[in-house]
């Protein structure tokens, strides 16, 4: 069983950065992609960045152009979001994922983390 754990969400003011990891463990699976996902209360969920996993290839938001930043650690088998320039839209529970091809959906969700932003 694939596992994706997010962590690194938490109150920070407005301006601020926070870093999201998302960790992989469990059965060795081969990603074609992964990406972040968030959900604020009353809304649906939306895409926010993704990263090919080989390549490295990076796809934002256009709310999240400039500010956020996707990376990855292959060695960990860990991804990350630099969250700079945090406004108060962008509250919201961020969400991990991982995809195995291009032609999938994606297949496995991490439990979902926490960010609030205080003006």
């Known amino acids: 069983q694939v596992q994706l754990v997010e962590s690194g969400g938490g109150l920070v003011q407005a301006g601020g950065s926070l870093r999201l990891s998302c960790a992989a463990s469990?059965?060795?699976?081969?990603?074609?992609?992964r990406g972040w996902f968030r959900q604020a209360p009353g809304k649906e969920r939306e895409f926010v960045a993704s990263i090919t996993w080989t390549s490295g290839a990076t796809s934002y938001a256009d709310s999240v152009k400039g500010r956020f930043t996707i990376s990855r650690d292959n060695a960990k088998n860990t991804m990350l979001l630099q969250m700079n320039s945090l406004k108060p839209e962008d509250p919201a529970v961020y969400y991990c994922?991982?995809?195995?091809?291009?032609?999938?959906?994606?297949?496995?969700w991490g439990q979902g983390t926490q960010v609030t932003v205080s003006s």
């Open positions: 469990g059965r060795t699976f081969s990603s074609y992609a």
């Open positions: 994922a991982a995809r195995t091809n291009i032609y999938t959906a994606y297949e496995y």
